[in-house]
């Protein structure tokens, strides 16, 4: 690639890579990336060319010379191979990297590109054992370098030839909602914003300049899906997140409207006063522009804003979101590939807004071990809410048939609201594979009086929409249904009835442990009255396996500690039976050990080893629950909706 520049190569041309692959890249994908080594600079928003540097090792071909460089650019590259002087595995380096470097890294990917441009070098071998080596090679350029030593690696706060910037006033009412916010009792997740152009603030704009007046739910789906093309499912939980914010509130039966301090933003021709309510609202908003003197990419504000900042989990997705808001109002901007600096703004800003005082990290990790409520807790109950008094409300049954609707598309379901003359209210669908699919359909009774009346139930009807939608199964959902003959009747008819409470606690189960549609099943093929407790095995299993991935890898992780000339730090599937058998009342079984081992010695996962019929562990538990935690910041329930 630098031998195609020198050349005078178009930022747009593409450049074939050495290999028997066709791969191809051009300087305007990757040339941002690049800049940082040291090796070529920017000469125009579309032009680069070679360093000196760069153009000094394509005369030499000493690759010595080019890790010098890399070395002198990046942090912890070096210094690797010096900590492996005497060998080291790969996942210990990466425990050095973060105790003695302060680097930040959630998993070995940054550890294996360091060890990758050694070892192409010939600097350094990776022996059977997986512990790395530096050669005689890598050890004579290692008495080349200047290494620096543990705990130098500071982030510089630089403020030379700053000016100084006026911040917009605050418009009065924002002022109250700040003065009035508890910043410890703050909420963590923003949750689901949608993007107008890819600016959240514009869509909360439009969101509030929608319910400047009261506006029934109905409408602000029709909105929803007219602006912003969102199903049911997602509109509730843009208006869940914005009810959370304090810009928008529900004022009666299926009625919402901008609260004051909403209206007042939208007065300010600039989006700092919704910045600013946000901030009030949730945490590490405004604490993220004191963040950005630290870090300044969007997994190293993630990990401080954990050990600092209380957030429940090193969420990556919750800290784009914020990034994207503070650059919105020209708070931050983009210097790099996923790298943020602090504007002058910014940090007139932060010197304003009321911030949380950071916690010593010590104690925040021994009061917060992981998250204590799921992404979804906040919506769970908001449809429970929904749930309830939609039920009651006899005079509007299409909205207890919405609410219905939304709760089956919370569990996973593909959740189409019918209603209207000839047609069932609600047809969920479980799109599987094969005969492992299967649907059906839902009627939502409501009802002033809290119960069902037999009168209200044709069954007949009911066979006759199951049969029309091809559908498997049908229920009914109510408040409750207190006649018994209704109960004999369904279950003659082989139709299950469910009430809210039932389902509202399906729901609730469901956001702490969630189960596929496949087990779900049994829930949905009830006949005559449907409890929620026939999930109950379901979930108590769910949760039994979660406990006992923790409980297998910290045994593994004690044995490594201890590791003696018999066991040489790793046991058996059996071993670890006998250990964990006499520890619960109701000990795991062979099978479920075997299970969980296969889970955590996955090539995902790679948190132990399997050795013959043994096991090691490869890393510190921590670092197996922050790659866990990554892995699911990456799924986006909402982003293609």
């Known amino acids: 690639m630098l031998s195609a520049l020198a050349t005078g190569v178009e930022v747009d041309a593409p450049i074939k890579l050495p290999g028997e692959t066709d791969a ?59 900590e492996a002087r005497d060998g080291m595995t790969q996942s210990d380096l990466l425990t050095v990297a973060e105790e003695k470097y302060n680097c930040s890294w959630n998993s070995l990917d940054q550890i294996h590109r360091r060890t990758a ?66 910043l410890d009792k703050r909420k963590h997740n923003i949750g689901y914003i949608p993007r107008s152009e890819g600016d959240a ?22 909105f929803a899906a007219s602006e912003f093309g969102l199903r049911p499912s997602s509109s509730a939980a843009a208006l869940s997140a914005f009810k959370n914010a304090g810009l928008v509130e529900q004022v009666g039966f299926s009625l919402y409207r901008a609260t004051p301090v909403g209206v007042a933003c939208l007065l300010e021709s600039t989006n700092l006063d919704f910045l600013r309510v946000i901030h009030a609202k949730f945490s590490f908003v405004g604490e993220m522009l004191e963040a950005l003197e630290e870090a300044d990419t969007p997994r190293d504000l993630a990990v401080l804003g954990r050990s600092r900042y209380g957030m429940p989990t090193e969420s990556i997705p919750e800290v784009r ?3 994207q808001m503070l650059r919105s109002c020209d708070l931050v901007e983009e210097v790099g590939w996923g790298r943020y600096q602090l504007l002058p703004l910014g940090r007139a800003l932060a010197r304003e807004l009321p911030l949380a005082t950071p916690a010593d990290p010590d104690e925040l990790h021994s009061e917060n071990q992981g998250p204590t409520e799921g992404d979804f807790s906040d919506l769970a109950a908001d449809l429970a809410e929904n749930l309830r008094s939609a039920a009651l409300d006899s005079s509007k049954p299409e909205r207890f048939e919405k609410a219905v609707a939304e709760a ?92 809210v409470e039932e389902l509202i606690a399906v729901l609730r189960q469901h956001s702490a442990a969630p189960l ?50 018999v066991t040489s730090g790793a046991l058996s599937a059996h071993d670890l039976y ?4 006499s520890e619960v009342e109701s000990p795991p079984t062979p099978q479920e050990i075997e299970s969980v081992l296969s889970f955590l010695s996955s090539s995902l996962v790679h948190a132990v080893r399997k050795v013959g019929s043994q096991y090691a562990v490869l890393e510190h538990p921590r670092i197996t629950a922050m790659r866990l935690l990554v892995l699911a910041s990456n799924f986006s329930p909402h982003e293609n909706e």
């Open 24 to 82: 191809q890249v051009s300087f305007s994908h990757v040339g941002q990336r690049i800049q940082p080594t040291g090796l070529i600079t920017r000469t125009g928003q579309r032009s680069w060319i070679l360093t000196a540097t760069a153009e000094e090792w394509l005369r030499s071909g000493d690759n010595g010379y080019l890790l010098s460089v890399l070395h002198a650019h990046t942090k912890f590259f070096g210094e690797l191979l010096g």
């Open 117 to 182: 441009w050694l070892r192409s070098a010939e600097f350094a071998t990776l022996d059977f054992n997986y512990m790395l080596h530096p050669t005689e090679a890598g050890l004579e350029w290692l008495g080349k370098l200047e290494l620096a030593q543990p705990g130098t690696f500071k982030r510089k706060k630089t403020r030379s030839s700053e000016h100084v910037v006026e911040v917009p006033t605050v418009h009065p009412l924002v002022s109250e909602a700040l003065d009035r916010a508890d």
């Open 201 to 222: 603030f514009a869509s909360i704009r439009k969101f509030v300049a929608a319910l400047t007046e009261e506006t029934s739910r109905q409408a602000i789906d029709e």
């Open 321 to 323: 979101t914020r990034l």
């Open 408 to 499: 089956f598309s919370f569990l996973g379901f593909d959740s189409q609201l019918l209603g209207g003359s000839g047609q069932t209210d609600v047809l969920v669908s479980a799109n599987l594979s094969g005969d492992m699919g299967y649907s059906a359909i839902v009627d939502a009774k409501s009802s002033a009086s809290g119960k069902i009346a037999e009168t209200q139930i044709n069954f007949d009807t009911l066979k006759e929409h199951r049969a029309d939608n091809t559908a498997d199964y049908a229920l009914i959902v109510g408040p409750s249904f207190p006649s018994a003959r209704n109960s004999e009747r369904a279950r003659s008819h082989h139709i299950g009835l469910v009430e």
């Open 516 to 565: 596929s549609l496949s087990v779900l099943r049994e829930f949905m093929q009830g006949r005559g009255l449907v409890k929620a407790e026939v999930l109950e095995k379901a979930w108590a299993q769910e949760k039994r396996l979660f406990k006992l991935c923790d409980r297998v890898i910290r045994q593994l992780a004690e044995e490594a500690k201890n590791a003696d000339t």
């Open 578 to 581: 006998l250990i964990l058998r």
